[in-house]
């Protein structure tokens, strides 16, 4: 049966119609893709553009050397930006010290001990752990774990740096557990049937056979975790002070560099004064810290890859 001229041209318009649409579809998903990198390139120069505007009214040597942060003086301004990374680096090591130990034991019986059900269960809660806004950690901190410290240690204040750590540490748990059980359970079994059968225990072939070969998940997730905890902002605000502090001192206030973004930008400053640009300064060490950090992870997941 022959074919019609009219099916024909309607055979012609659809192959048109697949090649513009082939045409179109890859331009489409590149402008979709381009959002993300577009959006970075955008925050990156509105926080440089506003920090050298910052520059050009406090020198640069006060503000990476000084060690004292007075922005809303009455008589000198001081802008030394060391007390908030010290105020930062007490919250996120205190993180790191309760995270890490327990992020990674939970890896450990998820990949090596737990039965399937089990896993299927503990999994999603501590996923959905993860998932809890941070001002409920914040005022969690703030109302049960500082009272709990007081009860045994008096000298800790209200705003310290011990509750709002201790509290990011469990914040972070989450994804250092997931990330490194990840790793673990991408382990090949044969391996672990190979420690087996030549004696070894279960707590040997986790400790000494699977953890070494998911090392870099492990590291990549732990750095992720630090990563995490630096940018740390709402359970810092609530529990850790306003008080930038240059000292070691952990049981009184302090402030972190998001603690200070938050105080400015609810209004302690107008548009336009060097306090106001001062956040973007603060942002932008930040941000260098983060990008280390995640630098840092690609790394180390690409320096202790094991290929099977």
């Known amino acids: 049966m ?4 009219q099916d024909m041209i309607a055979k012609s318009n659809d192959k048109k119609s697949k090649k513009i649409i082939e045409k179109l579809i890859p331009f489409l998903l590149f402008l979709i ?24 009214r406090v020198p ?10 007075l922005p809303f ?11 908030l990374i010290v105020g930062t680096l007490k919250i996120t090591g205190i993180a790191i010290v309760v995270a890490v130990p327990i992020g990674i034991s939970a890896a450990i019986y998820l990949s090596e001990y737990a039965s399937d059900n089990v896993r299927r269960v503990v999994k999603p809660v501590l996923e959905v752990l993860a998932g809890v806004p941070t001002i409920v950690y914040g ?42 059980e ?10 672990r049937d190979g420690a087996l059968a030549m004696g070894s225990t279960k707590f040997e072939v986790a400790w000494k056979v699977t953890v070494p070969a998911a090392l870099s998940g492990i590291i990549a997730s732990v750095v992720l975790g630090l990563s995490r905890a630096i940018g740390e902002t709402m359970i810092v605000s609530l529990a850790a ?13 302090i402030q972190t560099m998001t603690a200070y973004i938050v105080q400015v930008s609810k209004g302690d400053a107008g548009y336009g004064t060097t306090i106001y640009y001062s956040i973007y300064a603060v942002g932008f060490t930040l941000f260098l810290f983060t990008m280390a950090m995640n630098i840092l992870a690609g790394y180390m997941s690409k320096r202790f890859r094991e290929e099977y």
């Open 139 to 180: 005022f969690f901190a703030l109302t049960f774990v500082t009272p709990v410290l007081q009860s045994f240690f008096p000298e800790i204040k209200i705003f310290n740096a011990i509750s709002p750590g201790i509290v990011v540490g469990i914040m972070i748990i989450p994804m250092i557990a997931s990330l490194s």
């Open 73 to 83: 003086s009455n008589t000198e301004a001081r802008f030394g930006i060391w007390p």
């Open 182 to 191: 990840d790793a673990m359970s991408s382990v090949p079994k044969s391996i």
């Open 241 to 253: 002070g306003s008080t930038p502090k240059f000292d070691g001192d952990f049981t009184g206030s």
């Open 60 to 69: 640069f040597t006060d503000f990476i050397f000084g060690t004292t942060w």
């Open 33 to 56: 893709a381009s959002v993300s990198v577009l959006t970075t390139i955008g925050i990156v120069l509105t926080l440089i553009i506003e920090t050298i505007t910052f520059f050009t």
């Open 2 to 5: 022959g074919t019609s001229v």
